[in-house]
């Protein structure tokens, strides 16, 4: 099945909580989102990123979304996972977390594509879902 929109998305620094994220200059970023389209709801998470000066480096994150799908409504996890190379995305990965739907969401998996347009956040979304 498929499902797409849009996202807002507000990303927070948050403070290096240990000496060696801070002396690896890895990023920490509260994440907020709010869902159109298709999938109609809010996310929270947190987000960890690298980067050199090259544009270099790679980010992972994990999320939190409480939304409806369609019209069914539940609760299910993203993670996030990928990298880029001088400027140039290498990969971008965001899969459902297999069996974290829960309610009308239970049994849901996929995969996430995020395109990011004239200063939007697009989603694309293919996944499976058993019958009601």
């Known amino acids: 099945m498929h499902a797409s929109g849009y996202f807002d998305v507000t990303l927070a620094p948050q403070a290096a909580d240990n000496p060696q994220v801070h002396t690896a200059q890895i990023d920490r970023l509260s994440i907020d989102k709010k869902y159109h389209g298709d999938v109609q709801g809010t996310s929270t998470g947190q987000m960890q990123a690298i980067k050199d000066d090259r544009n270099t480096g790679a980010y992972v994150a994990l999320e939190k979304v ?3 799908l369609k019209g069914r409504s539940g609760t299910f996890m993203l993670m996030h996972y990928g990298y880029m190379s001088q400027g140039a995305v290498g990969r971008w990965l965001v899969e ?3 069996d974290s739907g829960t309610d009308e969401l239970a049994g849901l998996s996929g ?8 200063g939007k956040h697009y989603y694309e979304i293919e996944y499976a879902l058993p019958e009601r």
Do not use: G
């Not at 995969?111 to 004239?118: A, E, H, L, P, S």
């Open 66 to 68: 409480v939304a409806s």
């Open 111 to 118: 995969t996430v594509k995020i395109i990011q347009k004239d």
């Open 96 to 98: 459902i977390v297999p």
